[in-house]
């Protein structure tokens, strides 16, 4: 990995000096052009040897370019809300909106590189996989992902700690960790070896580069950059290959939801009985001594009019009001349509001992999206695998997730319309829209089948709960939910 | 301030039964035409003492309510990343969007409540004065303001903790504090009631609510939360009134921006090295380790061309790129018009040790708003003690603020532009509308002057850098960051 970074790479003062203004000029040409027609981001995370060069080049690329839209990100240690959330929820709120470059120290290769470090290390971290995972996805997404590693030999290493060392005006620059990792250099250059080498991936392998010269290393850098942005511009948006093999097609009529046994339903005094009963067992379960290790996430999909928001307000009646925060998922906003996909519910993650409930979540995209053709057959296939590996990350993390699909049949949906016609302040909840759903059944019944099928997991189940009985349903939905929270603080 | 709510108000379990049903319903319908119609959000600042009903009234209006358009937050003491902000901070970035409704516990409040409390004290906390200023400020922008204060009588509360202590199931829930809170009752009073005395404000007065008997506080304060909300539908938006006075109007010809000295210029030969001088001062400023306790914010307005972003790139230059963070200010996103003005810049204060770079600023209020009328006069008038007050917090919160106006005359503004349409990477930054403002050179020439005026004060001046010769100004823009960088170290 490292062997043709100590080739001696070198450019002289001379040479630098030709070669620095036309470089530079050409970088910025096609930053302002990404700025103006580019449809991506670019993030390039910078990693390497200490005293290789990396916050140098880093300010190089801000110096050549226009910093007004560049932003750049180190991280420490995490913060106390940070260690709160997944060790990916910091990353994913810094990643760069579209048509900006992004620059990340390390990223998530942070708590990684360090395992072999010293220093105590935060854990859990981002495994290899969970990288993998995230880079996978960015660059399906559109990410233009650059990722630089400044080396440096063994020898330049030593070469650097003495010319520093030699200059008392530069002498207290070098650290005992500089020292500490030239002593231990074969080991750490093992380290970085194998992450970089498993980390290489089609989509987005590492650049090594020499860090001991600095004019070759930033003429290198940039022109890595200008190449890759200048690509990607040129480059239609190639259509990403179908996957080999599509959802299972329905040969008969039966599918998951139309054998729902759709009857089940409670009466009025039970009903009450019940929810009080569940309400009493939640609160208590939200107030438990373990449940402040935990967060919870509760997410109500269903047809229009299938009783999300009434079972929402029923969970809400059990908890405290400092405790949650319902998030309605509608349109992204503009800010939200910068980022990728999944970024907008990262955002709302809960805090340990704090709840949030989803009132429609990302699995809009393998719903309506798909529905409605915003976005591919391809895109949502990938999708459910990107689902699965967000929802895997959370439970990892101590977040308990809950996922209901109410299910109803389409008399009642048009029954409830009927009445909310009928019901002055109930108006303003039936648009157009409903209606354009409602003719759309059968293509959503489809997609509901599909997404159960791929992310319905061990880990993370969906709950089908038969819904033509609101009350029965209600029920059904805080029980699941009282014995999900139960399992979890039982571990 | 307390006596009518010791009058030992009562409201019977039959009574309740009657009126709850329909205010409720009502209650649900006020929240969806906020929803539907407002253009407004709803605040309501909850505080009071222990025992008082405060948590349980918020649970009952959620759920009276939909909880899926109110958000509640309860403030404790400030994590990491607040205590690194001004303490308003956090109460900024939860205010409520338009058309929702937020619930704050304690709000700005919660410090200067304390003061007389055992506990320690988080310092500095917002002032009486900031707290009347924010109000202010929400009021004059919209915001529904409401302020709930729950009463208990000394005897109340004594009751409630015997009641409370004589069931082995509901002893725990007596603190400490709560014992405390009793034998301190008096002074407590008296604090309680100076802070409500003094926040009281024509704009903003408290509600004050006997919190002893628990239907008649939850009718009070639903009834309170309705009436002020349906009114506010009601109404059509009162226009302002205007301020008794305008700025001095210009009655000869001479004004600050026409008497600057345009000639000053700085030959290439001093400017590498006066910018070499400079950069490098600046950088040993940032890594000054009693910079480590105060943050930077920088910045620039000025007319198109005025080298804004030439400037920003020799200021940079100097930093590194993990320290600072540019933010140009273009229309606000769809996400930012929901908030109050100043919501879209608190969001960008800079951390300890950080640096902000903002590319045009808050000043845009009563510049290109003021003079495309995009704001009233009235409201622009508003905004120069609205941006007063913001820039004095900042400044007592050891932020250095630095703000400047780059002067160009109007010819060299056209020789500029006719160079951008002739350089092809440049056509892009000039554009119809910088035509148009360039027709309205005069309005913004006034409206600066206004500007310079109103909010060139003593802590936070301005600073005027006649920019026709880019070096010239470049330099003198580098040299005032030195100096009120050193200034602000020396304090």
């Known amino acids: 990995m490292f062997e043709a970074a100590e080739a001696g790479h070198r450019i002289s003062l001379e040479e630098y000096k030709v070669r620095e203004p036309a470089l530079r000029q ?8 990404l700025l103006e027609t580019g449809n991506f981001p670019v993030l390039i995370i910078v990693g390497g040897a200490d005293g290789a060069g990396k916050g140098a080049t880093v300010n190089l690329l801000n110096e050549w370019m226009d910093p007004r839209h560049i932003v750049t990100h180190a991280f420490d240690e995490p913060r106390e809300e940070e260690a709160e959330r997944p060790p990916m929820w910091r990353f994913w709120l810094a990643l760069p909106p579209k048509r900006h470059i992004g620059v990340m120290f390390n990223a998530w290769y942070h708590d990684i590189l360090q395992r072999d470090d010293q220093k105590p290390r935060h ?8 990288i993998r995972n995230i880079e996978q996805m960015l660059a399906a997404d559109g990410t233009l992902l650059l ?17 520093l060392e ?5 002498r207290w620059r070098v650290t005992d960790t500089d020292r500490q990792h030239l002593r231990h250099y074969k080991r750490l250059r093992k380290t970085y070896e194998y992450v970089l080498h498993e980390t290489s991936t089609s989509i987005a392998p590492w650049s090594v580069i020499d860090g001991s010269d600095r004019y070759y290393r930033s003429l290198t850098a940039g022109t890595l950059l200008l190449d890759a942005i200048n690509k990607r511009l040129a480059q239609k948006r190639p ?23 759709y009857t089940q339903a ?3 005094k039970h009903y009450q009985i019940q929810l009080e009963k569940y309400q009493g067992r939640l609160n208590l379960l939200t107030r438990h001594p373990r449940f402040a290790r935990k967060s919870l996430i509760i997410l109500l999909e269903g047809p229009d009019a299938a009783g999300k928001g009434g079972s929402i307000r029923r969970i809400t009646a059990a908890l405290d009001a400092r405790q949650y925060r319902v998030i309605p998922v509608a349109a992204p906003t503009d800010e939200e349509r910068t980022k990728p996909y999944l970024w907008r519910f990262w955002r709302h993650l809960p805090l340990k001992n704090h709840i949030t409930i989803f009132d429609r979540s990302w699995y809009g995209r393998v719903l309506v999206e798909r529905v409605e053709k915003m976005c591919s057959d391809v895109v949502c296939i990938r999708s459910f695998h990107e689902i699965n590996d967000f929802e895997a990350q959370l439970i990892r993390n101590d ?4 996922k209901f699909w109410l299910a109803i049949t389409k008399d009642v949906q048009l029954k409830r319309f009927r009445s909310r016609e009928e019901t002055p302040y109930k108006q303003y909840k039936l648009t157009e829209d409903d209606w354009r759903n409602r003719r759309k059944w059968a293509s959503y019944e489809k997609a509901v089948c599909d997404m159960v099928t791929y992310t319905s997991t061990a880990i993370s189940p969906w709950h089908l709960v038969p819904s033509n009985d609101v009350e029965f ?7 699941t939910i009282c014995e999900s929270v139960e399992a979890a603080l039982a571990d």
Chains 1, 2 share one sequence.
Do not use: C, G, M
Request: proline letters at 9%; aromatic letters at 6%.
């Open 123 to 130: 854990d859990p971290a981002p495994s290899l996989d969970e």
């Open 473 to 479: 349903a209600r029920i059904r939905i805080l029980k």
């Open 26 to 33: 050409a970088l910025l040409e096609a930053q302002y052009k």
């Open 266 to 268: 409670l009466n009025k």
């Open 147 to 163: 990722k630089f590693w400044f080396h440096l030999s063994r020898s330049a290493q030593k070469e650097r700690i003495k010319e």
């Open 399 to 402: 977040v308990i997730v809950v």
């Open 239 to 261: 259509k990403a290959a179908p996957p080999s093999a599509q959802p299972v097609p329905t040969l008969d009529s039966r599918n998951i939801l139309n054998t729902i046994d």
């Open 166 to 170: 030699s200059d008392p005006k530069t």
